[in-house]
Every structure is written in C-alpha cells, then in structure tokens.
C-alpha cells in the first residue's frame, strides 16, 4: 500500500486545484469588468451567462468524464482556461462592443472550464487513493488540500490587489529607486497575466496525471458517447434519488452553500455598512482564506469521532448564529459574525466532499460530483432571483436619500429566514420521507 502522498495523483490533484482557483483578479473582479468599459448591467448578464453555462454542462461534463477519463476532462478544462483568461489578457481596449463580445465568451468558456473540472478532479484523486493506497485517508488529503487552496488564496488576494493600483505600484519602483510610471489601463491587466500563467501550470500538471479509472467492457461500451452519456447521467440520477445518505448530502450542501454564497456575493457592500475601509478589504479576503488552514483539521476530526448529523447541526449552528448577527451591523465587530458565516463555507465544502465520495462508486463518482455542483449552482441562481425580487419589494416603500444602504439592511434578514424555513423543510424530508436514512460511518 502506497502512502497517500506518495501517490503522484495525489499530489498533481492538490497542485492542480490550487492552480486552477487561486486567481489573481478575483479581489478586484467587478472593479477589473467595469474598468475595461463594461457597464454594470452587463456585468450583471455577463455573470448570469456564466452561471447557466454551469448548470447546462456540469451534469452532461461529469458524465462524459466517467466515460472517456478523467484526466482528458482536465485537460479539456485547463486548455479552456487558457483561452478563456487569454483572450481578455491581451483584447485591446477599444470599441466597447466588440469589448463586450470578447467578456462573453470569456464567461461561456469560463462556465465550461468550471463544469468539466467539476466532479472530474474529485473523482480522479479519490479513484487513486482507493486504488493505490488507503481511501479512508480521503478526509487526511482533503485537510492537507484546503491548506494549500488558502495560501494560494492569501497570495491571490495580497498580490492581485496589490499590483492593480497604479499608484502602490509607482511607491514600490520609488523605494527602490526606479522612475517608473504606471497607469491603471496598463495594471488592470498584471493580475490577468499572473492568472494566465496559472493557467499554463495547471495545464502542465493536467498532462501529468494518470486516470486510474479503466471502463470495463460492457454493453455499453459500443453506444456514441452523447448516449451514452445520457444513459449515466439518468443512471447516476436515479441512484442519488434513491440514495438517502446521497440525496441528503446534496439536499444540505445546497442549503449552505447557497445562502452563504450570497452573502459572500455581498459581502464588500456588507463591510461598508459595519464601517470597515475598502483598504481592508483585501486583507479580510486573506483572513477568511487562512480558515483554510484550521477548518480541515477540525472537520477531519468531527467526521472521525461522530455522524454526519451531527456535523450537519455543527454546520447549521456556525451558520445561523453568523447570519443572525450579521443583521445587527455594529460597526466594526460585524466582522466577527461575519467570519463565523463564512467558516460554516468551508465546513460545509469538507464535509459534502468527504461523505459523498464516501457513498460514491467509482464508475460514476464524477457524474454524481457533477450533481452536486448542478444542485449548488441551481440554489445560487434561485436566490440570486429571490434576493432581487425582495429588493425590489422593499425599495418601492423607501423614499430617503441613502435608499440603497437602507434596502440592503432591510433586506438582510431575509437570509437567516430563508436559511430556517429551508433547513426547518430539509428535516421533515428527512424525517418522514426518507425515513431517516443510514449514515456510513461511524456512529
């Protein structure tokens, strides 16, 4: 048996993961849309085009992942990062249409690369810890993987923000003694051009890998692969309905992962009314990223010494107890329910991870994966539409000055109420329908 990081898949799946998120421009993203001359409602379709490509490929990628490899998924999704960062790296910056057209595909290719890595990545480590070494080390690797994922997020974080102002920039040279000037249509781009490279190495690191899942000959075998692509994906669904442990592990992480996306979605808005500067924004991103460094350890042990209900209420307590506060606004030491929202985040992505390649056959890990990144990104989109919905209700009643400051406290409250009557419903589900479904694992 080999041990769990001597194994090259192993440690080519923590590489490529880091790779393949921490990017650059992700703490000036909305800032880095408008300043190539997009508008702000653009940004706002650009994102949902984003996110509909997500929920048309996830499914329909995973699938295709448990039939033709893993690794060629990878591939695909790395080569299409590389297009996707490089054509808005190096577009000039002209005619605002043609700026526009570029985004787009930007963010359909965007879309694609998420979907096809999604499930696809999972599926090919945990498949080689299974084959190669002990998989009960999973949640082990899991731990060690949310540790590098948040230092690849702080220097992410530090460093992107840092070199997109033209004028932090210009005192660096000037420490230095260099007489160099910059301006910000040329620094908007550096965190693109890191991003790039980035991209250039998880692809590299993609080639690399070995996919230990050899399909088996089966009648199946001969079908065009869209069939039979199909044929897994109705077959993987069917399995999770009927399911339990699987189906509630979804039902959940939906729940969480949603609402609390939002608020993250928020959360710069949310800072400016606790009164926090806009300079610390930066360096609060880099704060929730080193839970990464803490959380891992801690649900690593809740999954070895109790059930998954009972790190289901540690999840859910995390979180309610961060929303509720979060509506009080103190200025200030907001930020500390805050942190508490966002630390249920990264709870709840170990914890659905764990279990659900826990209960996952090897044949079609990567499709039922990609079920739970459809079931997320279903849950974001439908409480993206609550939430402007709701905002649009309260601001017809507001005549002040500040109206959008005001909308949004008023508004906030409708998170932690979302999150009870959606977890108030997921019990009963649980508790009369499925009839309290057997957890693997310990007891």
């Known amino acids: 048996?080999?041990?769990?990081?001597?194994?090259?898949?192993?440690?080519?799946?923590?590489?490529?993961?880091?790779f393949f998120n921490s990017r650059f421009y992700y703490p000036v993203f909305t800032i880095l849309f408008l300043d190539f001359g997009l508008t702000v409602a653009q940004f706002s379709i650009?994102?949902?085009?984003?996110?509909?490509?997500?929920?048309?490929?996830?499914?329909?990628?995973?699938?295709?992942?448990?039939?033709?490899g893993r690794k060629r998924l990878l591939v695909f999704a790395t080569s299409i990062m590389i297009i996707e960062i490089g054509i808005i790296s190096f577009i000039p910056k002209t005619d605002p249409s043609i700026i526009f057209i570029v985004f787009l595909i930007n963010r359909v290719l965007s879309g694609l690369a998420e979907a096809a890595a999604s499930g696809a990545d999972e599926a090919i480590a945990y498949d080689s810890l299974e084959a190669e070494g002990d998989k009960r080390q999973w949640g082990r690797v899991l731990e060690i993987l949310m540790r590098f994922q948040s230092f690849g997020f702080i220097i992410a974080m530090s460093v992107g923000a840092a070199i997109y102002d033209p004028n932090l920039l210009e005192s660096v040279c000037r420490f230095f003694d260099l007489d160099?000037?910059?301006?910000?249509?040329?620094?908007?781009?550096?965190?693109?051009?890191?991003?790039?490279?980035?991209?250039?190495?998880?692809f590299i690191t993609t080639l690399r890998m070995d996919d230990p899942h050899k399909n088996s000959p089966s009648s199946d075998a001969k079908k065009p692969e869209i069939r039979q692509a199909f044929s897994l994906t109705l077959k993987a669904g069917l399995w999770i309905l009927k399911?339990?442990?699987?189906?509630c592990v979804i039902l959940f992480g939906m729940l969480f992962d949603g609402i609390i996306r939002m608020v993250i979605t928020l959360s710069s808005q949310y800072y400016r009314m606790i009164e926090l500067p806009e300079s610390t924004f930066g360096i609060i991103g880099s704060l929730v990223a080193m839970f990464g460094l803490v959380v891992p350890k801690i649900?690593?042990?809740?999954?070895?010494?109790?059930?998954?209900?009972?790190?289901?209420w540690i999840t859910a307590g995390l979180t309610l107890t961060g929303l509720v506060s979060m509506n009080f606004f103190w200025p200030y030491l907001g930020l500390i329910p805050a942190l508490i929202t966002y630390s249920a985040m990264y709870f709840t992505g170990f914890f659905v991870s764990f279990y659900?390649?826990?209960a996952a056959s090897s044949e079609q890990r990567a499709t039922i994966l990609s079920f739970k990144g459809l079931a997320y990104n279903i849950s974001y989109g439908i409480l993206g539409i609550l939430y402007a919905l709701l905002l649009k209700t309260i601001k017809q009643g507001i005549q002040?000055?500040?109206?959008?400051?005001?909308?949004?406290?008023?508004?906030?409250?409708?998170?932690p109420i979302t999150f009870i009557l959606w977890f108030i419903f997921l019990l009963a589900v649980y508790l009369f329908v499925l009839k309290k479904p057997s957890f693997p694992g310990k007891k």
């Open 1 to 18: 048996m080999t041990p769990t990081f001597s194994i090259p898949n192993i440690r080519l799946f923590i590489a490529f993961k880091v």
């Open 46 to 68: 650009l994102n949902a085009v984003w996110a509909a490509t997500i929920v048309l490929a996830e499914v329909p990628s995973g699938a295709l992942a448990d039939i033709i």
């Open 180 to 202: 160099t000037n910059f301006s910000q249509e040329t620094t908007m781009r550096f965190p693109l051009y890191l991003t790039f490279i980035l991209a250039i190495c998880a």
């Open 243 to 247: 399911t339990p442990f699987a189906l």
């Open 299 to 312: 649900a690593k042990k809740i999954t070895e010494n109790h059930s998954p209900s009972y790190a289901v």
């Open 356 to 358: 659900l390649n826990q």
């Open 400 to 415: 002040t000055e500040s109206v959008e400051n005001k909308v949004f406290m008023d508004s906030f409250s409708g998170f």
